[in-house]
Antibody
Framework: EVQLVQSGPEVKKPGESLRISCKGS????????ISWVRQMPGKGLERMGR????????HYSPSFQGHVTISVDRSISTAYLQWSSLKASDTAMYYC???????????????????WGQGTTVTVSS | EIVLTQSPGTLSLSPGERATLSCRAS???????LAWYQQKPGQAPRLLIF???SRATGIPDRFSGSGSGTDFILTISRLEPEDFAVYYC?????????FGQGTNLEIK
């Protein structure tokens, strides 16, 4: 079965660091990109950024650039989202999702997010 | 980046009725690379429609997508109780991929 399994809920204090994970199974992990999506309580889906596991290339949305780091460990088919200093405003549900790009020498086409992780709740409170 | 605007924000209907949800893009979506996702409370989003009109695996045929360019529609022909949820559109034709703000489909 193709799936993304995320790490469990986290409760942290402001200023603390955190790393959450997203483990892929049932498919070739390096053939698909992983994006992270934030959903604040009662709000919509916000794209945070993506990683291309084949070469660890990352791209961040401007709103998240410099505040989070996305990484990958290909040996264990796992992507990570980490914070060095959490804020109360980081309280949210975080999802990972996989998708794919098909590129020629001149253009790329993309697939949608076909598999999502179950989500990781992060609560930041003093 | 392409901005997606969904309407209405909330849609109140009864089971058995037809639902029509709209997603408008700020510029043309490349290759009609427009997806719809369903999210129920406490669950991750689920892919319903991709390529503007293709149903994902296991999605009932009461769900259909249409449109091209900048205007897209998700239609649910006869609402079942389990269809009441939040629906998001996403364009993935050009990077960065972007989401609409969602339509909350609620029971009237």
């Amino acid at each position: 079965e193709v799936q993304l399994v995320q790490s469990g809920p986290e409760v942290k204090k402001p200023g603390e660091s955190l790393r959450i994970s997203c483990k892929g199974s049932g498919y070739s992990f390096t053939n698909y990109w992983i994006s992270w999506v934030r959903q604040m309580p009662g709000k919509g889906l916000e794209r945070m950024g993506r990683i291309e596991p084949s070469d660890s290339y990352t791209h961040y949305s401007p709103s998240f650039q410099g505040h989070v780091t996305i990484s990958v460990d290909r040996s264990i088919s796992t992507a990570y989202l980490q914070w060095s200093s959490l804020k109360a405003s980081d309280t949210a549900m975080y999802y990972c999702a996989r998708w794919r790009a098909y590129c020629t020498s001149t253009t790329c086409h993309y697939d949608p997010f076909d598999i999502w992780g179950q989500g990781t709740t992060v609560t930041v409170s003093s | 980046e392409i901005v997606l605007t969904q309407s209405p924000g909330t849609l109140s209907l009864s089971p058995g009725e037809r639902a029509t949800l709209s997603c408008r893009a700020s510029e043309s979506v490349g290759s009609n690379s427009l997806a719809w996702y369903q999210q129920k409370p406490g669950q991750a989003p689920r892919l319903l429609i991709f390529g503007a009109s293709s149903r994902a695996t296991g999605i009932p045929d009461r769900f259909s997508g249409s449109g091209s360019g900048t205007d897209f529609i998700l239609t649910i022909s006869r609402l079942e109780p389990e269809d009441f949820a939040v629906y998001y559109c996403q364009q993935y034709g050009s990077l960065p991929e972007t989401f609409g703000q969602g339509t909350n489909l609620e029971i009237k």
